[in-house]
């Protein structure tokens, strides 16, 4: 069984390709700068690391490239994409979907009535996500969605201090954002004291920042 992992961000996208029967690693690979003249790529197929850099449009661009050069003759380690038993996504912000969701009309109109929210990585991926159900239909999508590890957070402590009415009828609250690293850093922590009942401050520091107050890993 072969997974492709992908995760966009708003003029990124990277990948990873994996077969599942022994867990390893077919392909990896990036592309930056998409939609700026020229967008650099970095692919590593079987072993053999080649880069350059073309024109990327837009992302739907970019993972339809990829997939060619997935399933090229000369370069590519699939015969068909038809190969792939499934497409993951890290996705950022679903709305009342949270956690691993199956990518659905649904879960994609939810996550398009969330773009003012994400302007900037909900487009991107709606466009991947909508491109590949269309290109690839009988391949499930799953997206974990970021906000997911964030839904122990008690309720009175999403609310922002606005009209509450905002809150119920427009959806501004306190979602919670890089959930796969602060679940990481609260795990491996808790790993390496021995302790289970830590409280503990998570900061994820990147092109987007966020800090995260951890306690008994929630």
């Not at 994996?18 to 998409?34: K, N, S």
């Not at 979602?175 to 609260?186: L, N, V």
């Amino acid at each position: 069984m072969k997974i492709l992992v992908a995760n966009l961000g708003s003029t990124s996208f990277k990948f990873r390709l994996f077969d599942m029967a022994d867990e390893t690693l077919l392909a990896r690979g990036g592309i930056e700068r998409i939609g700026a003249e020229s967008s650099p790529w970095l692919f590593d197929i079987d072993g053999n690391e080649v880069s350059g850099s073309d024109p990327m449009p837009d992302h739907a661009v970019a993972v339809r490239w990829t997939l060619e050069q997935l399933t090229d003759p000369e370069v590519g380690c699939l015969e068909s994409a038809d190969e792939v038993a499934a497409i993951g996504f890290k996705a950022v912000h679903g709305g009342r979907f949270s956690g691993v969701q199956r990518i659905t009309p649904e879960v994609l109109e939810a996550m398009e009535s969330m773009n003012a929210v994400a302007p900037a990585h909900n487009p991107p991926y709606i466009a991947a996500m909508r491109l590949l159900s269309e290109r690839l239909p009988e391949i499930p999508l799953v997206a974990a969605f970021e906000t997911g590890f964030h839904q122990t957070i008690p309720e009175a402590w999403t609310c922002y201090g606005i009209p509450y009415a905002w809150t119920r009828e427009l959806g501004i609250r306190r979602y919670g954002f890089h959930g796969a690293s602060h679940r990481y850093i609260a795990e491996r922590t808790a790993e390496l004291s021995g302790r289970s009942d830590l409280r503990v401050i998570s900061c994820h520091l990147g092109g987007s920042s966020s800090l995260c107050a951890i306690h008994s890993g929630k």
